[in-house]
């Protein structure tokens, strides 16, 4: 029999953890978790990590495995989940893997294309060039460099803009140049389902998700993390918005809608990119016995 990786995907709040343990009780297998932010400790509210008493349920993997200051890429992430599989395979021709963060998602599935180390002189440049003269003149310089990355990149996102930057100089090369966009072959069969709300229901949800973390203690875990708040690793929905509380920009209030509206947009942006896979079949998370007669008549 063939091994098979079963993909759950679907925006924040659609109700992913509920029904990956279902299925992974089902299919008698561990979760591999595919959230940028839930492999780092001390961030389990704000990330809705899977709960002690999910852990207990389903080994899950890649929660809370790393430190706030460990730098972790979704090439990384391809690394050890291919890592991993290798030795879930020995136990089960099955895996599932779910979570909502796009990269991490195509690194396993299609693979990272082979862009090339960037140098430390290069970065540290390109760096004091960001904190001296903000983000909309490197978008600028971006838009003469590499016309054709500018028009797809996210142009809010520092991390994109200047890690596309720093190819260019350092190669001479666009940035696009190393993007191939083919798909690695992968040793197993790769089956993706993805969960779907109406607008209007899934906003309740994430509203109503927000303030229940609040409830458990969300800002409470913000303070306990805010000398770090200049890392990569927080620049997430959730601190980003109570880091500008905490400073006095923001009353409390405000800070918790923009969370919510945040929260609204980035679940548009994750579907906006599920979207563009023909491969992912589409449910209601409600339609469980669908969605389980789905993988099992995917499986090889």
Known sequence: MGKNLLVLI????????????????YFGTGIISCDSRQIFRDLPIG????????????????????????????????????????????????????????????????????????????????????????LEPLCAELKLLDPEYYKIVDLKNPKRVLHALEICYMTGRTYTSFRKNSSKERPFHIIKAGLTRDREELYERINRRVDLMMEAGLLEEVKAVCRYKHLNSLNTVGYKELFNYLEGKWTLEFAVEKIKQNSRIYSRKQMTWFKRDPQIQWFHPDRQEEIIDYFQKKMQ
Not at 10 to 25: I, N, Q, R
Request: proline share 5%.
């Open 47 to 134: 990330t809705a990590a899977p709960k002690p008493e999910h852990l207990l349920r389903v080994p899950h993997y890649f929660i809370g495995t790393h430190n706030l200051t460990q730098y972790y890429s979704a090439a990384q992430y391809e690394a050890d989940v291919l890592q991993l599989l290798e030795k879930l395979y020995l136990q089960n021709d099955s895996v599932l893997m779910t979570g909502g963060s796009m990269m991490y998602i195509d690194a396993v599935c299609k693979g990272i294309d082979d862009i090339p180390t960037v140098d430390a002189d290069t970065r540290q440049t390109i760096l004091d060039r960001y904190e001296k003269e903000g």
């Open 10 to 25: 679907g925006p924040t709040g659609v109700g992913k953890t509920e029904l990956s343990l279902t299925l992974a009780e």
